[in-house]
């Protein structure tokens, strides 16, 4: 599967916000599963798969303010892999990689057209079992470097 049969998002002023939006509240795991429905199983694939793959993995929930909401964090040390952003039905997956020339091909071609504030960030909308091997090639980009 090629990197560039996914839906990858670079206008993040231009997507929804996670499903929980209220700061006081940090999302209680049967919440999350609520809220992605159908994607849930995705989640726990995702978050598996990562920790398995890259351990220790710790998961850190964070409240990125009143337009972005809870995302939960995939470190490992003081290194994010991925952001996870609860959405309903869905969830996005962010990526934030480092120096263009330590890029893979596949993802820097995509990274180009990417006017990001963060750097060489993208987010991923996962509601499919292909969005989440899509998401697997971005963390390994991640963690490549």
């Known amino acids: 599967?090629?990197?560039?049969?996914?839906?990858?998002?670079?206008?993040?002023?231009?997507?929804?916000?996670?499903?929980?939006?209220?700061?006081?509240?940090r999302p209680e795991p049967a919440?999350?599963?609520?809220?992605?429905g159908t994607a849930a199983p995705l989640w726990?694939?995702?978050?598996?798969?990562?920790?398995?793959?890259?351990?220790?993995?710790?998961?850190?929930?964070h409240f990125a303010g009143d337009a972005a909401g809870w995302s939960l964090r995939l470190k490992r040390g003081e290194r994010i892999v991925l952001f996870l952003t609860p959405q309903k039905d869905q969830f996005l997956v962010g990526v934030?990689?480092?120096?263009?020339?330590?890029?893979?091909?596949?993802?820097?071609?995509?990274?180009?057209?990417?006017k990001a504030?963060?750097?060489?960030?993208?987010?991923?909308?996962?509601?499919?079992?292909?969005?989440v091997r899509a998401a697997r090639a971005l963390a390994a980009a991640k963690m490549a470097h």
């Open 44 to 61: 726990t694939q995702l978050v598996a798969h990562v920790a398995d793959r890259y351990p220790p993995i710790h998961e850190l929930w």
């Open 1 to 25: 599967m090629s990197i560039h049969d996914t839906r990858l998002e670079h206008d993040v002023a231009n997507l929804p916000p996670s499903a929980f939006e209220e700061r006081s509240h």
């Open 117 to 131: 504030p963060w750097g060489n960030g993208v987010r991923l909308r996962v509601s499919t079992p292909r969005d």
């Open 31 to 36: 919440e999350v599963e609520l809220a992605l």
């Open 96 to 114: 934030v990689l480092g120096d263009r020339g330590l890029v893979p091909a596949d993802v820097l071609a995509l990274l180009e057209t990417a």
